[in-house]
């Protein structure tokens, strides 16, 4: 029903900025919640942020706070990661996960995700 593709990974440098993309099709995007998660060689997969497409209700892991910021574009169907200050340790595999917007209150659980993206490659350099 809903096809997520992430987008904006690549190598940067400790203290660098990144910005990734999740282009969503197939669904009404104001009827979903939105998740970022991480995954590094060998780690669970980590809670980083998300946002309702509705109202742009957001979350933020405290990993992150400070130096990520979520967004979106209805228009586009689009969520955005901004990354300033990156550090190795932010170095993994990011996917984007789309959930019914009513489990809002779950959404730091990857399993209360019905849809995922492909992932996109993130590797911080020191």
């Known amino acids: 029903q809903v096809l997520l593709v992430e987008s904006g990974g690549g190598l940067v440098q400790a203290e660098g900025s990144l910005r990734l993309s999740c282009a969503v099709s197939?669904?009404?995007?104001?009827?979903?919640?939105y998740g970022w998660f991480r995954q590094a060689p060998g780690k669970e997969r980590e809670f980083v942020s998300a946002?309702?497409?509705?109202?742009?209700?957001?979350d933020i892991a405290d990993s992150v706070k400070g130096r990520f910021t979520i967004s979106r574009d209805n228009a586009k169907n689009t969520v955005y990661l901004q990354m300033n200050s990156l550090k190795t340790e932010d170095t993994a595999v990011y996917y984007c996960g789309a959930a019914q917007v009513w489990k809002w209150l779950q959404s730091r659980n990857p399993n209360t995700y019905d849809y995922w993206g492909q992932g996109t490659q993130v590797t911080v350099s020191s």
């Open positions: 197939g669904g009404t995007f104001g009827s979903y919640v």
């Open positions: 946002i309702t497409g509705s109202r742009g209700t957001t």
